[in-house]
C-alpha cells in the first residue's frame, strides 16, 4: 500500500521588497497542501500589518522567553530586530502532511537546512538591483535610512545564494507562483525525499532474492 506523502519544509528567501510575501500568499491561495508558518518578530508592525497574520509581534523579553525555552525551531538578528519560526504551528502541519513554507533570511535558512536535511531552500530574486530599490521605494513604509541600510544587506545575502537549491525570478507573479509549485512538486519525487517509501519496497522485494 502506498504510504502517506510527507510534508516537506520549503524555505523561501529573498532580499527584502523582492515581493516573497506576496508571492507566497498567492501560492498557499492557489493551492491546497501548503501552510505558510508565520514568525515571531521584535520589529514593530508596519502599517497594514495585522498581529497573527503577517507576524506575531512581540517585546525583546518575551521573545529571548520563547529562544530559551526552545519554542523556536531557528532564529535570527536581521536589520537590528530578532525573527523566529515558532516550533509548534510547523510540527503540527507536518504531520498533517502539508508543505511548510518558511519565508526567512539566509542564517535562519541555513540552520535549517542543519536541522532538517531534507529542507527544500528556495531563494527568489527580483529581475535586477534597479527593479529591487524601485519596490522597497515605492512600500512608502520604510524611511530612507533604512531602505539604503536593506540595500546593504541585499548586496551581503547576494553572496549566500549558492547555497540555495533553486533560484526562481520574480518578474511575473503567476508564472513565478506556477514555477515555484513545479519545483517543490518535483522535489518530492527525490529519493531523498522518500526514504521510507524506498525501504518499504526493498523489504517487499526481499521475498523475491
Ligand atoms: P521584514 O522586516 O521585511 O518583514 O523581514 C526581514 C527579513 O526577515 C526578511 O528577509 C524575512 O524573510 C526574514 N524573516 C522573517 N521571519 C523570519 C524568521 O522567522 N526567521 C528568520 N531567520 N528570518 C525571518
Known sequence: MRMKRKGILIVVSGFSGTGKGTLMKELVRSYENYSLSVSMTTR???????????????????????MEEDGLIEYACYCGNYYGTPREYVERQLEKGKDVILEIEIQGALKIREKFPTALLMFVMPPNAAELKKRLEGR???SRQVIDERMRRAAEEAEGIDEY???????????????????????????????????????ELEAFK
Do not use: W
Not at 497594514?48 to 512581540?58: A, L, P, Q, T
Not at 508564472?175 to 512538486?185: D, K, R, S
Open 44 to 66: 514593530g508592525p508596519r502599517p497594514g500589518e495585522e498581529e497573527g497574520k503577517e507576524y506575531f509581534f512581540v517585546s525583546e523579553e518575551e521573545f529571548k522567553r520563547q
Open 140 to 142: 512608502g513604509t520604510e
Open 165 to 203: 537549491d533553486f533560484l526562481v525570478i520574480n518578474d511575473r507573479l503567476e508564472q513565478c507562483v506556477e514555477e515555484m509549485h513545479g519545483l517543490i512538486q518535483a522535489a518530492h519525487s527525490m529519493p531523498v525525499r522518500n526514504s521510507e517509501l524506498i525501504a518499504e519496497m526493498r523489504k
